[in-house]
């Protein structure tokens, strides 16, 4: 399965508790899955302009179980630049975007 998801939080300032409640969800799941190398859950601040961000949360297509849960909507795989890894192995980004150059 390829298939990205995509969970919009909400104003960054607000979307603090959201994140921790996916992540406390994550945890458990990523553990029982052997803390596989591609499931992650990655996090974006989106500003566009406006004064204030809206914060994204992107589960990799390993993450779906999690997002399901929180009823993530399906999406195209994010670009890397600009995301925060929230839950995962550090060493996903090779894995999950080995074309691209994290910066």
Known sequence: MLTWFSKTLGDGMMAYESIQQIEE???????????????????????????????????SPAAAKVARIFDAEPCERPLPRGLDLIAGDPHCWSVIFPEDKVL
Do not use: I, N, Q, W
Request: charged share 25%; glycine share 6%; proline share 6%.
């Open 25 to 59: 969800v994550f945890k458990p799941l990523y553990e029982a899955a052997g803390e596989p190398v591609d499931m992650a859950l990655f996090t974006r601040h989106d500003s566009e302009g406006r004064l204030h961000c809206e914060v994204t949360a992107y589960f």
